[in-house]
């Protein structure tokens, strides 16, 4: 059973995103409403505040309530907000300025092949989950297409927004 579970949220995140998703990290099991982009650090057009934008509304269109840092009234600056700079005043900073429970840190690689995102709870800065998104293609053709896949690997963090099934949460799968 646990198998066909771990073959079932493999394949959600395959066929809702357009690319294939491996975990990388999956931490406590926590159920999210409202989540944050820091940003999105990619070549050309796959990164930057455009790309950060086009993840918050794709995580929108799935079953988030999800805001571009870049967008909140906030005063943390966009150097503050890389996953290396992700301290315990800058996530509460963020958590003030956007109502976030979580903040999405996101990279494309430089061939743009894959999506790496990284999910930190903004009130004590753990991991929740860490994924990397791979292109079902060559490469994500568009900030877009990155995007929606990444927002596809993230769903099992979702509390179930507008009615729609949860997908079975990775975490409490074995590993293989």
Known sequence: ????????????????????????????????????????????????????RALAAALNESRFDAVAAADADSVVSSAELGLSGASPGTLAELRRATGAEAVVFATVA???????LAVLETRNGD????????????????????????AAALAPLAKGKRGKASAPELDELPPP
């Not at 690319?19 to 999210?32: F, M, N, R, W, Y």
């Not at 430089?110 to 790496?116: H, I, K, R, T």
């Open 127 to 150: 991991v929740l989950r860490r994924v990397r998104v791979r292109s079902r293609g060559e490469r994500f053709a568009s900030a877009r297409e990155a995007a929606v896949a990444g």
């Open 1 to 52: 059973m646990r198998a066909l579970l771990a073959l079932l949220a493999g394949g959600l995140c395959a066929c809702a995103g357009g690319g294939h998703g491996d975990v990388l990290i999956a931490g406590p099991s926590k159920a999210l409403t409202r989540l944050a982009v820091a940003g999105v650090s990619g070549p050309g057009a796959l990164g930057g505040e455009g790309a950060a």
């Open 110 to 116: 430089p061939d743009g092949a894959s999506l790496e």
